[in-house]
């Protein structure tokens, strides 16, 4: 039998890594929106309106998803964490845009992404090093993915929850 929780494993290159992020954050993944996609059409009002009280809105969810790319980011360059626009990790309570605009955290979130399929071409391509193992590398990028993907069907689930 095989163990399906054995370490992710696969052909890497840049090709591969970058199509692995495109299909979690966007342009354009076949299995329906991706975290951008996701994000497009939702108001700065509606991102921080909650489907039920104690739940999750959608301006904390990007966030949270922003705080983990940012993570990513550092394993696999081995740099310090830039700056991150809230203090704290991992989750966020966000109420208003007063906590955090829409804006900057949709530009947060967007910025990360780039940094991360940045470093990967640059690390495929020979420009920069990577302390991680190719092995490691591929997994951390495709559980962002994952993570993204995750992500994108819950934000689309709390518009459906919202009206939007």
């Not at 497009?40 to 990007?62: K, L, M, Q, W």
């Not at 993570?71 to 991150?84: C, D, I, M, R």
Request: hydrophobic share 40%; with cysteine; charged share 20%.
């Amino acid at each position: 039998m095989t163990n399906l929780a054995s370490e992710p494993t696969a052909p890497t290159g840049t090709a591969t890594l970058s199509r692995i992020l495109q299909e979690g954050y966007g342009p354009g993944a076949w299995h329906g929106p991706d975290l951008a996609a996701a994000l497009s059409d939702v108001t700065a009002a509606a991102a921080y309106r909650r489907p039920a009280p104690g739940r999750h809105n959608i301006a904390e969810i990007a966030l949270h998803h922003a705080w983990c790319v940012r993570s990513v980011l550092a394993q696999v360059t081995g740099a310090t964490p830039g700056k991150f626009p809230l203090e704290g990790e991992d989750w966020f309570e966000l109420n208003s845009a007063k906590d955090l605009g829409w804006k900057e955290l949709r530009e947060t979130l967007a910025g990360l992404q780039e940094k991360v399929a940045k470093a990967v071409a640059g690390i495929e391509a020979g420009r920069t090093t990577s302390p991680l193992a190719e092995s490691d590398r591929f997994g951390l990028i495709l559980g962002v993915t994952c993570h993204a993907v995750y992500h994108a069907g819950q934000i689309q689930l709390v518009k459906r929850l919202l009206s939007i």
